[in-house]
């Protein structure tokens, strides 16, 4: 079984300091992991995802996050923080083992504030 | 590419209608597609995952003869909500999910795109 959490239900940071998010997941069978951005009233976008290899995955926006086995962790950080990265993120888990229906399984969800 | 549309975006109805939601994958073949509700300052709730050709298996909890899910197509998946309740009111996302690749130019399998959602208020 596969689960997510992410620590800090809501961060605020100021504008071109550091944004780190933080994800840890548990998973029984090796996963693929992903941060998708949610802007208000809209979908999800993906910023970045985990598959295999290299573990440092860059995204988009000037995002990347490293998937840390022994840690169970894919923390999601960002240089310097921008007033449009303001948004909801969510990382996500899914089965490496395409037969199983590769089901997303969601952290809560994380609320990035910037400040002037 | 991996563009997926929902129609409406968003819709108003009267207590005891049914409402039916579009999610179309634009520039791919979906051959699964998933249906989310989303509660205001909460996460994604899987409903139901839709496979092209075959009935949609839902989650626990979710009442399959309430929320009909139907994918006629690999562009095109549908959720109807029937006898909608004001309880039913949220915001539905259909994401979709291309052929597992190796290596061909299609969406990777193992990534789901989302549509931008429809917002459902039932009055």
């Known amino acids: 079984a596969q689960s997510v959490t992410q620590l800090g239900s809501h961060v605020s940071v100021s504008e071109g300091a550091l944004v780190l998010l933080r994800c840890n997941y548990s998973?029984?069978?090796?996963?693929?992991l992903f941060w998708y951005v949610q802007y208000p009233n809209q979908g999800l976008q993906l910023l970045l995802k985990?598959?295999?290899?290299?573990?440092l995955v860059k995204g988009i926006n000037g995002f990347e996050a490293e998937f840390k086995k022994s840690e169970t962790s894919f923390h999601l950080t960002k240089p310097s923080a921008h007033m449009s990265d303001a948004a909801e993120y969510f990382c996500?888990?899914?089965?490496?083992?395409?037969?199983?229906?590769?089901?997303?399984?969601f952290g809560q969800g994380t609320e990035l504030s910037v400040k002037p | 590419g991996a563009v997926v549309s929902q129609h409406p975006s968003w819709v108003i109805c009267k207590s005891g209608t049914s409402v039916k939601i579009e999610c179309r994958s634009l520039?791919?073949?979906?051959?699964?597609m998933f249906w989310y509700r989303q509660f205001p300052k909460q996460s994604l709730m899987l409903m139901a995952t839709?496979?092209?050709?075959?009935?949609?298996?839902?989650e626990q909890g979710v009442e399959k003869d309430k929320f009909l899910i139907n994918h006629a197509s690999l562009t095109l998946s549908t959720l109807t909500v029937t006898s909608a309740h004001p309880e039913d009111s949220s915001f539905y996302i259909c994401?979709?999910?291309?052929?597992?690749?190796?290596?061909?130019?299609?969406?990777?399998?193992?990534?789901?795109?989302f549509g931008p959602g429809t917002r459902l208020t039932v009055l």
């Open positions: 994401s979709a999910r291309g052929r597992s690749d190796r290596g061909t130019i299609a969406p990777r399998g193992d990534t789901q795109y």
């Open positions: 998973s029984s069978v090796p996963p693929y």
């Open positions: 985990y598959t295999t290899g290299a573990t």
């Open positions: 996500a888990v899914s089965p490496m083992i395409y037969n199983q229906g590769g089901k997303l399984i």
């Open positions: 520039d791919f073949q979906a051959t699964t």
């Open positions: 839709s496979n092209e050709g075959s009935k949609a298996t839902y």
